[in-house]
């Protein structure tokens, strides 16, 4: 089963440094039938100006992945670490018993990215931080895991994050079709171009849950560059 939710659908708000975009309930969206999707909580796609950010914060008992589509994040943290994602890169962070940290966009244009919430199987855990260049040529047969916390996926280079879910994700060529497996339910993320999935079309920002199936077919009516994540319920 197949359930798009269109770009113009999700909470909105604007905060001028900060033009964001919610899948699902946060800060002032608040939606009692978007609270989250199995053990995912949170997607925001946040647009951020030119030289802005979030000013030091605190998390505990969440795994947060940032994905920047366009332009570059630059984080810092009170475990010592300092790192700029740039376009087409991810980074995690595991905030267990405690973090705080800061995510600015110190570049001279605005940076888009998708953040990431999903809930971990376990609570209190050493705070973690780590980030990830992956190929940006097309893909072809399924996508590649970026993200995982998963056994089965300990030796495919991905960011580890502790909950027994994965995020994958890549480039598809105009026409070419890939076979995506899924191990729970899958939350789709079209960041750029336009997709289609049993002949429902999906375009750049659309989000979609893909449920009671154990594969689907992504046909990328353009080049398109897709996110899947695959969580299991909460």
Do not use: C
Not at 147 to 166: C, H, M, P, T, Y
Request: proline share 4%; net charge negative.
């Amino acid at each position: 089963m197949i359930k798009i939710y269109p770009y113009e659908s999700l909470g909105h708000a604007d905060h001028g440094w900060l033009n964001a975009r919610h899948h699902f309930s946060f800060a002032d969206y608040q939606n009692r039938q978007r609270m989250h999707f199995g053990a995912m909580r949170v997607i925001n796609d946040d647009i951020i100006a030119a030289k802005q950010g979030f000013p030091p914060h605190p998390h505990r008992d969440m795994e947060i992945i940032t994905y920047v589509r366009e332009g570059a994040i630059t984080h810092r943290d009170s475990m010592g670490n300092e790192g700029r994602t740039g376009a087409g890169d991810i980074q995690v962070m595991s905030a267990g018993s405690g973090v705080t940290h800061s995510e600015f966009n110190l570049e001279d244009n605005v940076t888009r990215l998708y953040q990431i919430w999903i809930f971990p199987n376990k609570n209190n855990v050493e705070p973690a931080w780590d980030a990830m260049q992956f190929p940006k040529g097309f893909v072809a047969g399924k996508l590649p895991i970026l993200v995982s916390g998963r056994a089965e996926d300990k030796n495919a280079g991905a960011l580890f994050i502790n909950q027994d879910a994965a995020i994958s994700g890549g480039v598809i060529k105009a026409g070419s079709i890939i076979k995506q497996p899924i191990k729970y339910q899958a939350y789709i993320l079209v960041s750029k171009g336009e997709i289609s999935i049993d002949d429902q079309k999906l375009k750049q920002g659309d989000g979609a849950e893909i449920t009671g199936v154990q594969e689907f077919k992504i046909k990328a009516i353009s080049d398109a560059e897709v996110l899947v994540i695959d969580v299991p319920s909460r």
